[in-house]
Nanobody
Framework: QLQLKESGGALVQPGESLRLSCVPH????????IGWFRQAPGKDREGVSC????????FYADSLKDRFTISRDDVDNTIYLQMNNLRPEDTGLYFC??????????????????????WGKGALVIVSS
């Protein structure tokens, strides 16, 4: 079964950048789509970004597409989320997620991460001065 391991969570100040990493294990390419969700304290989980494996087409939540970038390193199969100009409202637990269908176009619209087949345990990002 595919397993996802996130890393890179940290405490940063507003305006700073941070890059999260996700490494799939036990089936490194056994997914159709892979991406990121986040959950802020007291709020529902929401979709951030997604990458379609076959053509690496990317999808984003509209409110984040100007500051966040998803990418994949095809050499080590690591999925990255580059986050720039971070804000306090970006604070939360960031989950790597994979799906066995084309989740990408719906990543920002499905409630609570519905439709995700595999989840990582999350990486904590805190944006605070």
């Amino acid at each position: 079964q595919l397993q996802l391991k996130e890393s890179g969570g940290a405490l940063v100040q507003p305006g700073e950048s941070l890059r999260l990493s996700c490494v799939p294990h036990n089936g490194t390419r056994d997914y159709i789509a892979i991406g990121w969700f986040r959950q802020a304290p007291g709020k529902d989980r929401e979709g951030v970004s997604c990458l379609k494996s076959s053509d690496e087409r990317t999808f984003y939540a509209d409110s984040l597409k100007d500051r966040f970038t998803i990418s994949r390193d095809d050499v080590d199969n690591t999925i990255y989320l580059q986050m720039n100009n971070l804000r306090p409202e970006d604070t939360g637990l960031y989950f790597c997620a994979a799906a066995m269908w084309n989740l990408g176009p719906y990543v920002a619209h499905l409630p609570g991460g519905y439709g995700v087949d595999y989840w990582g345990k999350g990486a904590l990002v805190i944006v605070s001065s």
